[in-house]
């Protein structure tokens, strides 16, 4: 598979497990290779440090809300859009950079991101079945999923 295709179903993977991570795991690419800003207000914010330093802090707030017991269900409509946004813009954002088609990036990185959210969910769930596992056992286990493909999409 091609470097650039990983990186956006990378991104819609991350989407579905932290919504934020995936937009911080795109802008931290675009810093590294030093892409140039476009004329959108979206290439501005993937593009500026300032814009890497929000996303980055809205990741890690992620992470610790995630484990609150009032974290909203990920599959309830507001979350659910959330991250099939996210996942579509963070892969629009690589596939921009990259010389790709930019719709397909989009369509990619949304459609993985919405089976990602589905798909961690109810494994996640599944595995909690287990009295022995707690909730944020798993939890963390995901993040470490979701911080590993990041930092591979991020290189």
């Known amino acids: 598979m091609q470097n650039h295709l990983k990186q956006i179903v990378s991104v819609g993977i991350i989407a579905g497990m932290r919504s934020m991570m995936a937009p911080a795991a795109a802008a931290t690419f675009l810093q590294r290779k030093r892409i140039m800003p476009g004329n959108t207000v979206l290439d501005k914010i993937f593009t500026s440090s300032t814009g890497l330093k929000v996303l980055n802090t809205l990741a890690a707030g992620e992470l610790v809300g995630d484990k609150l017991p009032t974290a909203p269900n990920r599959i309830a409509a507001p979350g659910l859009i959330g991250r099939i946004v996210t996942g579509g813009l963070a892969a629009a954002s690589i596939s921009k950079a990259n010389n790709k ?26 595995i909690s079945r287990n009295p022995k596992v707690k909730d944020y056992f798993t939890g963390a286990a995901e993040d470490a999923v979701a911080l590993g493909l990041s930092a591979l999409v991020a290189k």
């Not at 930019?102 to 769930?125: D, E, H, K, M, P």
């Open 101 to 126: 088609n930019v719709v397909a990036g989009v369509l990619i990185g949304a459609g993985v991101a919405a089976a990602s959210t589905y798909a961690f969910f109810y494994l996640r769930r599944y």
